[in-house]
């Protein structure tokens, strides 16, 4: 079983706007989530989620990726920042690098990301494209624990969107946004109840204490 009882410290890693990120605050302030906001990593200077977190008075940090020559180079110095700040669960929101064992076995099975599509159906780039290409009727988000593959953790929540036959990447991106907005706090909120448990490739969540019976 993954979380604990006390406030979750949350580590946010993120590279554009910011909008998972902002969905997390939000959340974390209206009691949503068990939890805070604690840092946020970005590689990109320009980040939108800089402006965010300065607004929400969050701390964060730039580190440069083009100043490294290589990738596990640069999860160290994530890790080393991460740990420093005792966090509890790491959040990729917009996240543009694929991260090292070295980031993912230093908070094995504490790392989690949203990818619009539901995997493990168009893993990798442009997900929504690549839906609409496949003509397919439903799409959606997947909040995934992270492990070593490109999206291929094991599956936490997934929303169902259904694809308008208007659609183009820009209007099915906005609806599936939507729905990352709704399920990644309820994920993460999951995690600090403790309410996950991982069995190989199967995530169950467990209900709250308060609806269980006695005898359980």
Do not use: W
Not at 9 to 23: F, M
Not at 94 to 117: K, T, W
Not at 161 to 176: A, F, G, M, S, Y
Request: charged content about 20%; glycine content about 6%; proline content about 6%.
């Amino acid at each position: 079983m993954t979380g604990s009882a006390s406030p979750l410290r949350i580590g946010v890693l993120a590279s554009g706007e910011g909008t998972n990120l902002q969905a997390l605050l939000d959340a974390c302030d209206e009691g949503r989530i068990n939890g805070h906001v604690v840092l946020m990593l970005t590689n990109n200077p320009r980040a939108g989620a800089i402006v965010r977190c300065k607004r929400a008075d969050v701390p964060f940090a730039v580190v440069d990726h083009r100043a490294f020559s290589e990738r596990t180079a640069f999860d160290a110095v994530l890790v080393e920042k991460l740990r420093a700040a005792r966090i509890d669960l790491v959040v990729l929101a917009g996240f543009m690098r694929i991260i090292s064992p070295v980031l993912i076995n230093a908070f094995a099975q504490r790392i989690m990301n949203i990818h619009p599509s539901l995997l493990p159906a168009f893993p990798g780039k442009e997900p929504q494209r690549q839906a609409l290409e496949h003509g397919v009727r439903f799409s959606g988000c997947t909040v995934h624990f992270v492990d070593t593959g490109v999206d291929t953790g094991p599956i936490i929540l997934q929303a169902v969107v259904p694809v308008h036959e208007t659609d183009d990447v820009e209007t099915l991106k906005r609806r599936i946004q939507e729905e990352e907005h709704r399920i990644y706090p309820q994920a993460v909120q999951f995690f600090a109840q403790g309410r996950l448990v991982l069995n190989g490739r199967r995530v169950t969540i467990l209900p709250e204490a308060s609806s269980l019976p006695d005898s359980f």
